[in-house]
């Protein structure tokens, strides 16, 4: 009898510590853990007392280009003295490994260990450092591109909003909601005065999940899969919103953005322009990370997505920044 085909699988640890130790010339006694199945698969790899992370890229989520470029935006950022996870080579030179998934061929690359600890609130100091790093990783990326996903308007709220159709009822007040800011935002986008605004590569998704923190408080930011070239803005734009989603006392959320804007602008200036955009570009980040969830479905969110936790989501999180931010759509 034939297997039947899979759309998602999860690779053995055990053999994957195998395939990696002859790869990367590991020691016999190397251990390979699944950390998370998530939008892409997590292995923490052990070699004595050296740590580094395999990632395997879910079938057609990036194409090889995609990863290439998302390993060269991060050699550069190395090799320029940015704190990020890395790309690791094998013993042949090689960056990328190809793995034959049960559902096809996926990708697979080593990282360096991002040090320390995930926190989910820290101090006004860490944020203002954090957004130090950030300037510098805008700084050096400012009118590069990466040939890869490009954030416009089209793919944030019109691609996102088609991926998120078929979880909502049409007639409801969350799907109306929805619509109705994403005319505003489309409206919104279309006045941009770009000669006052950077682009360049983002990130588009710093924030305490993609980030670990030392005991001498230093800072690794890690997990570029959602790389591209946009408006620069809208990184900064995200980590206020993430500030917001996390400290819930408003004189608290203030000073730890200021103190993550003073940081920045220690390094580089944020234009008036740029900073008007920051609320709805905020939005807009939501729009599309509600794509995202809806998109990978099948083989991802599935744990955790259906009409009810959208309809929180949005209640929640997104009205909740919007009222926030007195952005009020008819």
Known sequence: MPTFPVTSSILSSAH???????????????????????????Y????????????????????????????????????NGLPVSYPLADVAGTFIQELDAPEGKRF??????????????????????????????????HNLKLNRVSYTPQLMLVDSLAFVKPFLPADSAEMNFLYTTQRYLLDEFSKID???????IVHLDIWFDNLNIN?????????????GSGLQCIDIAYYILQIHSTETDEAEFRKKKESFLAG????????????????????SVYFFYLGVQCQRFDNWSNVFLNELHLKRLINLRVKRWADFNKITVN
């Not at 994957?16 to 698969?41: E, I, M, P, W």
């Not at 990282?111 to 700084?139: D, N």
């Not at 005991?215 to 790389?227: G, I, P, R």
Request: aromatic share 10%; with cysteine.
């Open 16 to 42: 994957l510590g195998q395939f990696l130790q002859k790869k990367y010339g590991l020691r016999d006694n190397t251990s390979c853990q699944l950390l998370k199945a998530g939008v892409n698969h997590s």
């Open 194 to 200: 770009r000669t006052k605004t950077r682009e360049g």
């Open 264 to 283: 920045y602008e220690s390094v580089t200036k944020i234009s008036e322009e740029e900073q008007n955009l920051l609320p709805m570009l905020g939005l």
């Open 44 to 79: 923490l790899v052990t070699d004595g007392t050296q740590k580094a992370i395999f990632r395997i890229y879910s079938l057609n989520w990036r194409t090889e280009t995609e990863v290439r470029e998302e390993l060269r935006l991060l050699t550069l950022l190395q090799e």
């Open 108 to 141: 697979g690359v080593l990282f360096s260990f991002a040090e320390g600890e995930k926190l989910l609130t820290f101090s006004e100091e860490l944020h203002s450092t954090i957004g130090q790093i950030m300037a510098r990783f805008h700084q050096l990326t």
């Open 215 to 227: 005991k001498e408080n230093q800072v690794t930011l890690f997990d570029f899969d959602f790389c």
